[in-house]
C-alpha cells in the first residue's frame, strides 16, 4: 500500500478563492513533499517540510505536518486557472534510511476562472 | 543544465517484445529513480537506486529490471512486455546527502499491445 493518500480526490474552485489538500501517510518520514503535475507533464517539486517542521510557506502555498496524526495539508491561496492540476505528496521511508520515496494518488484540481 | 532526460518519449511494443528506457540526470546525484504512473492514477515505485552501485525494488518490481551505469545513468528494462506494463514511466533523481525534493524527467509513454 502506498506511504501516503490524499483526499480530496477531486477539487473544484473559482479562481480566487484557497484549495486545500490534505495528505495521509503510515510509517516514520523524514519529509514530506508535495508536487505539482499538469496534465501529461512530469512532477516539479513545490515545497518539502520536514518531519521536525510543523508549518512552511513558499508563496501562495502553506503546507502543515502534524506528525502526530501522521498528516499534511497543502493550502494555495488565491487560486489562479493556472493552478489546475493533479498535486502529490510524497514521503520517505525511515526503514529504508529515507532513500524510498513513494507517493499519494493525488488530488486533481480544477480552478474555474 | 539539462536536468533528467529519458528516451524514448514513446515507444510501441507488442506483447514479448524487450526494450530498455534510459535516463540521465546532469545534476551529480546520488539517488535515481523509475516510476510508473497509470491513467489518472499516482506515480508507483519500482526500483530505485540510493547510490552508484545499489538498486532496491520498490512497489511494483515484477517483469522489471534496472541497471545503474554510473552516477549519471539509470535504465529500466522490461525483458517480456505485457499489456499491463502499459503506462507512463517517469524517471527522478535527487541528492541524497540533503534528502531534499525529486527532480523528474518528461516521461516515457509506453503502449503494449
Known amino acids: 500500500s502506498q506511504q501516503g493518500e490524499e483526499d480530496p480526490q477531486a477539487l473544484s474552485i473559482q479562481e480566487g478563492e484557497n484549495a486545500t489538500m490534505n495528505c495521509s501517510y503510515k510509517t516514520s518520514i523524514n519529509n514530506l513533499q508535495w508536487y505539482r503535475q499538469n496534465s501529461g507533464r512530469g512532477l516539479v517539486h513545490l515545497i518539502l517540510?520536514?518531519?521536525?517542521?510543523r508549518e512552511k510557506h513558499s508563496g501562495r502555498l502553506r503546507v502543515t505536518l502534524d506528525t502526530s496524526k501522521k498528516s499534511s495539508s497543502l493550502l494555495i491561496t488565491a487560486s489562479r486557472a493556472a493552478d489546475t492540476a493533479s498535486y502529490f505528496c510524497a514521503t520517505d521511508d525511515r526503514g529504508t534510511s529515507y532513500d524510498k520515496v513513494i507517493f499519494g494518488p493525488g488530488t486533481s484540481l480544477s480552478v474555474i476562472p | 543544465n539539462a536536468g533528467v532526460t529519458q528516451t524514448p518519449k514513446f515507444q510501441v511494443l507488442k506483447t514479448g517484445q524487450s526494450m530498455t528506457l534510459q535516463c540521465a540526470q546532469d545534476?551529480?546525484?546520488?539517488?535515481m529513480y523509475w516510476y510508473r504512473q497509470d491513467p489518472g492514477m499516482g506515480l508507483r515505485l519500482i526500483y530505485y537506486s540510493a547510490s552508484e552501485g545499489t538498486t532496491d525494488k520498490g512497489e511494483v518490481p515484477n517483469g522489471y529490471n534496472v541497471s545503474r551505469l554510473n552516477k549519471r545513468e539509470f535504465s529500466l528494462r522490461l525483458e517480456s512486455a505485457a499489456p499491463s506494463q502499459t503506462s507512463v514511466y517517469f524517471c527522478?533523481?535527487?541528492?541524497?546527502?540533503?534528502?531534499?525534493?525529486?527532480?523528474f524527467g518528461p516521461g516515457t509513454r509506453l503502449l503494449v499491445l
Open positions: 545534476m551529480n546525484h546520488n539517488s
Open positions: 527522478a533523481s535527487r541528492d541524497r546527502a540533503s534528502k531534499g525534493g525529486q527532480y
Open positions: 517540510i520536514r518531519s521536525n517542521e
